[in-house]
């Protein structure tokens, strides 16, 4: 039952971090015993611990491009394996009060783009005219 406490404890820290910032309210449902950032420093030199919350991140954002197809976050702007560590790393390090969700959040924010406007049809070109006959001597 330990985990079910600690999983409801991380979705009440989540709220609260949310609750501060203007926009409506996200409920994240987060599988990890412990999404701190002090648990994700914990994790440091343990691979398969930081591949569980690649994993988790990769969901994440499945997730948000599903739920919102016209930000999306394309496919291979996304960073993998160490460039992903590092970037939970330094989010950490600003902010050892946050959770990896709230990281995961920004870096979706950051990566997030507008989907293309649909191009407009190119306009039909006039014919050309005909020249004016010359009239005859």
């Not at 501060?20 to 691979?47: L, R, V, Y």
């Not at 990566?111 to 070109?125: D, N, Q, S, W």
Request: with cysteine; net charge positive; proline share 9%.
């Amino acid at each position: 039952m330990k985990s079910i406490a600690t999983i409801a404890a991380l979705l009440l820290a989540a709220a609260a971090a949310m609750a501060a910032e203007p926009a409506p309210p996200i409920n994240i449902i987060f599988s990890a015993d412990n999404a701190s950032c002090a648990a994700w420093t914990k994790s440091a030199g343990n691979k398969l611990i930081r591949q569980q919350y690649e994993m988790w991140a990769r969901g994440f954002v499945s997730g948000h491009n599903y739920a919102n197809p016209a930000q999306q976050v394309k496919v291979g702007a996304f960073p993998g394996g160490d460039d992903l560590y590092k970037y939970f790393d330094q989010y950490c390090r600003d902010n050892p009060q946050h959770t990896v969700v709230a990281a995961a959040i920004q870096l979706v924010e950051q990566l997030a783009a507008p989907a293309p406007a649909a191009k407009p049809a190119p306009a039909r070109k006039q014919p050309a005219k005909a020249p004016a006959s010359v009239p005859a001597k």
